[in-house]
């Protein structure tokens, strides 16, 4: 087992924790709170906080379209997040970088939009057994317009995708694959790069669901070689309703709008309208500027920590809980392949996972409970839910003990 000295490793965690108030506070009355749902959604630093409140207090104002003062200063800070972003994804241009409300809303503009242009009856689209409703649904609801297939690559018991059977999908059918790049309910981290390859080869575009992969680190999408990659801000320890969907130039260029309206167009007549260029043509309406401000925030504070410093801390982090956990007699994890992110899903015998998480909540200690938005994991596994704990970067040694002596006192009650 590793030693808990970890925590004085890497960072300073006291130092990090005090950033975030949400975290110093007792519930029920005297239960210090710990947070183990960071794959739901992360907790905000302060600065994040401070960053929305400055925005209302002194900069609220529509962006694109002021000569005065607070509306090219509002302008000036809301596209400043989109630098931010290229740079975090090393994409090639900074109007590859579309603003959504989120991972789903980032989904549902591809599907809409590519598929609109892209795909016809016949065709097919390939996602995997592991992916969230969010890049399920709207495929189906494609495929539903267009006459189109769905296909699915198979994985393993251990969470791990076949890789043979994804190459035997592919064919010159294939219109675009959308897999997930971390698994939410298992952790699996999966071979994008090479998936990638594989699609491109076949002639295929690759959509990548990156809504659990930037919180633990960055992501390159040139390196990837990836047409789409997508993540939403509130699990990077930035605003909810705020999400990002990078775009090829050559795909965004040619896709039709998803949604028509203000600031996305060029020239408006009864007859006909014409399109702004990127990245607004997928920018309808009054934008989430006061979220948009402060996710850069938040990727300026997660820098200040570093990708690789947490990275390497989550990992220990991982290994340690798995490690404590499985001292647990008849506990039982799911997602046990080779690559993994700090996410860990389990039941323990036949206690219900509700059961225990309504136990655990009364403890202090907040998991999340059931299907995770990943129905046809459950199904695949012939289990209704799991109990998962989910581990940010302000989480500790200390936490996974109370976790793990928590879980043995909800244990010895349903034993009793
Ligand atoms: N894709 C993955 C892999 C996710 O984990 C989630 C949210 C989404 C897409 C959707 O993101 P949204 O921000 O658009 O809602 N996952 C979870 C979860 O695991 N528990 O709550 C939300």
Known sequence: MISPQLNKAAFDITAIRKDFPALNQKIYGDKPLIYLDNAATSQKPQVVLDRLATYYQQENANV????????????????ATRTKVKALLNAGHAHEIIYTSGTTAGINLVAYSFGEKYVKQGDEIIISAMEH????????????????????????????????????LLTEKTRLVAVVHVSNSLGTINPIKEMAQMAHAAG???LVDGAQAIPHGKADVQDLDVDFYVFSGHKVFGPTGFGILYGKEKWLEAMPPFMGGG?????????????????????AGTPNIADAIAMGTALDY?????????ASYEQSLLKYATA??????GIQ?????????????????????????TILDRLGIAIRTGHHCTQTVM??????????????????????????????????????
């Open 302 to 310: 997660v820098e200040s920590i570093g990708f690789e410093a947490i």
């Open 333 to 357: 994890f799911f997602g046990t392949a080779k690559e993994k992110a700090s996410v860990i899903s389990f039941l323990m015998g036949d206690i219900h996972p509700y059961d225990a998480g």
């Open 263 to 283: 600031d996305m167009i060029e020239t408006v007549r009864f007859e006909k309208s014409t399109f702004a260029g990127l990245p607004h043509k997928f920018e």
């Open 204 to 206: 295929a575009a690759i």
């Open 64 to 79: 694109h379209r002021g000569v005065h003062y607070l509306s090219q200063t509002a302008t000036d800070y809301y596209e």
């Open 324 to 329: 404590r956990l499985s001292e647990i007699e």
């Open 379 to 416: 199904h695949f596994f012939g289990i209704p839910g799991t109990m998962r704990a989910s581990f940010a970067f302000y989480n500790t040694i200390e936490e996974i003990d109370r976790l793990t002596e928590s879980l043995l006192e909800v244990r010895r009650m349903f034993l009793k």
């Open 133 to 168: 409703h969010s890049n399920i649904v709207p495929w189906q609801m494609l495929c539903e317009r267009k006459g189109a297939q769905l296909r699915v690559i198979p994985m393993d018991e251990t969470g791990t995708l076949d890789l043979d059977a994804y190459a035997k």
